[in-house]
């Protein structure tokens, strides 16, 4: 393996995942490849031809050339145009064109990730043609697939792998999102707390504090006096920072203590993955 040890975690996630995703639908029936899923306008299909796509990019592959429909109500930015693409090009493929496509694809990734010699700061294309390091782009790429994984269990009914490692990668990521959302985008005041508690298969407590000049940082202290504690499970706090659900959905999954205002708009911002 010549994986950089950096990348090393982040190669090990995202196989875990694709090769779930992969077990998952390779039983499935015509029919079953177009339930719905959590993902806001996406079918068990749109998500494995999403996971195909972005593999295809990390390999380098050209784009598709593909004019998407105008009446694609879920598509409402220009990152959601990008992603959709890769998805609509696949709309009307069939169930053996699906599982074989991602049976190739997940073959030339591995081999791509036992040869792997670039460094992790190297740079490789990023959506809309931005730029991303190969450690980042790895990173996101566990991340999406573990979340997508997830996305796949829930329409066939098939729960797992909620603490399995891209679960950590996904952890890690979610809570470098939470001082934007308590501090920036709910209007925490200067110099307060806000205490999330997640139990469940993946369980952690992290404060964030918000400073006198309402920048937000998190941590795994506890705080004494916080202006709000937030409790949930490791699922329900996934899939409301993954946008898979409103928080009015999982009132009953949700407690919350302290101001109640500035814990319904932290709920409110909570969303933090793109759309």
Not at 18 to 27: H, N
Not at 108 to 134: C, F, M, Y
Not at 242 to 259: M, S, V
Request: glycine share 6%; aromatic share 6%; with cysteine.
């Amino acid at each position: 393996m010549t994986v950089h040890p950096s990348l090393q975690n982040y190669a090990d996630a995202w196989t875990h995942s694709i090769e779930a995703i992969a077990e998952l639908v390779q039983p499935l029936v015509e029919g079953e490849w177009n339930r719905a899923t959590p993902c806001p306008g996406w079918s068990v299909r749109d998500i494995v031809s999403h996971v195909i796509g972005m593999e295809t990019e990390m390999l380098g592959d050209p784009r598709p050339i593909h004019s998407l429909p105008r009446d694609l109500y879920h598509v409402r930015s220009d990152f959601a145009r990008y992603m959709e693409v890769q998805v609509d090009v696949r709309r009307h493929h069939t169930a053996p064109e699906m599982t074989s496509e991602l049976e190739y694809v997940l073959i030339r990734r591995a081999r791509q990730l036992r040869n792997e010699n670039r460094s992790p700061d190297h740079v490789i294309r990023a959506p809309l043609g931005a730029e991303q390091t190969l450690e980042q782009g790895y990173r996101l790429r566990a991340f999406d697939t573990w979340v997508h994984e997830q996305d796949l269990r829930a329409a066939l009914g098939v729960p797992g792998n909620l603490a399995s490692p891209g679960a950590f990668v996904v952890r890690d990521l979610l809570l470098e999102a939470l001082p934007k959302v308590v501090a920036k985008d709910a209007g925490a005041p200067a110099n307060s707390a806000v205490v999330v508690d997640v139990t469940g298969p993946v369980e952690f407590l992290r404060t964030v504090r918000v400073d006198a000049d309402g920048r937000g940082t998190v941590d795994g202290a506890p705080s004494l006096g916080p202006a709000v504690t937030l409790a949930t499970d490791w699922e329900t706090y996934v899939r409301l920072a993954c946008g898979r659900i409103r928080p009015a959905d999982a009132a009953d999954r949700i407690k919350t203590e302290g101001d109640p205002e500035l814990a319904a708009a932290i709920l409110a911002h909570f969303a933090v993955t793109p759309n």
